[in-house]
């Protein structure tokens, strides 16, 4: 017996309604925004991470799945989207289009990490990527998209944390002044942040290790190094919101895990799901295009775990959408309806009317066992008088009530019912 890889997951016949009611709100939303799809491949040039993503960061320094194909070159699946985004824009010259570019994905992302409740090797994300515009109003309206995604699932609870890392300028200031406060402190760090502490000092303030929040508690805070452009931004994003009247906590140990962001950063976080809380994490990334080859351009967006989103959901005792079921379910009683229901089937199919009939040679009273496991809505009982009558009966399963119906009329009477 193989089994499924660590940390990965199936998503069963049964359960895959949950998905599609996820995919089908964030598509909505999207198109609502006028935001418009981009799929890139699943792997790509293990470089493009290096340089997008940041060779200073957890996930390109342990956490990626990296192969060498069978032409000896350095291959990678996409520990996150939006590298893979930036490429495209790049390389198919999306400069051209009048700006801003609002693109949105749903991929699979990979990462070896431990696999534990709301962590995965293998999780989707819902992303959105923004670029052209510099504006603190595309900030928002990027922060405002995951809001109306939660919102139309009907989550109240999730957090709006929100914090400005400013932009390379601030941050050399910054990471000095953070330095020399924690170097008092360098021996009772954990050892992941002993490394961190020359390569990206920032990410500290993320540990989730308990004796390094105790030491980055009174931290200095980075909005107090900002310069004063990276400031006017940062308090137009908040007042903007204000405006909105979205409840936000100003977090200074909102860092994010990849180095290309610059200026806003924020996360939705869930108390209801345990540690892996985090359920959108996002913000502005004004280099990143610059870095993987480009002319500079400016971006902002988010990616957001769709498994953390299903789990907030169940766990909220909010609705994850509805197991499909057949309209309709057609037993037959002789083996003359037997051969004849196949077209007949078939065209109601066709009309979009989701039928189901019998493929396991079931005895009648065994059909009817079948159509209420299904849970079809309506049952058809065809045998050889009704072939001849054309006249058939059609049962609402739920209330038991039976109305006659003309065969060459069926499509008529499912019409009617929608
Ligand atoms: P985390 O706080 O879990 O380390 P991250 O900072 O690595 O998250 P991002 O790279 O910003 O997260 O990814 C965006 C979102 O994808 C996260 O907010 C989370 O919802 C989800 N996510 C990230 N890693 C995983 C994982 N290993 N398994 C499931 N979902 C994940
Ligand atoms: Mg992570």
Redesign the pocket.
Known sequence: MINIPK?TKDVLPQESYKWHYIENKVRGVALDFNIKEIRTPTFECTELFLRGVGDTT??VNKEMYTFTDKGNRSMTLKP?GTAGVARAFIENGLYANTQPTKMYYITP?F?Y?RPQA????E?H?F?IEYYGSESYMADVEVMMVAKTIFDRLGIKELVLNINSIGCPECRKKYNEALKDYLRVNYDDLCETCKERFEKNPLRIL?CKEEKCKAITAKAPVILDYLCDDCKAHHENVLKQLDKLKIPYVVNPHIV???DYYTRTVF?FVSTSIGA?G?????GRYNNLVEQVGGKPCPAVG????L???ILTLESLGLSVGEEEVPSLYIATMSEKAKEDIMPFALNLRAHGISTEIDLMDRSFKGQLKFANKIGAKYMLVIGDDELTSNEAKIKDMATGEETPVKLDEIVKFFIKEA
Do not use: A, N, P, S
């Open positions: 940390g957890d996930i996150e992302v990462r990490e709301g962590r995965l090797r999780h994300q992303g993320d994010r895990g990849l996360e892996q985090t359920v959108c994490g996002g988010f990616g957001m775990g498994e953390r989103l």
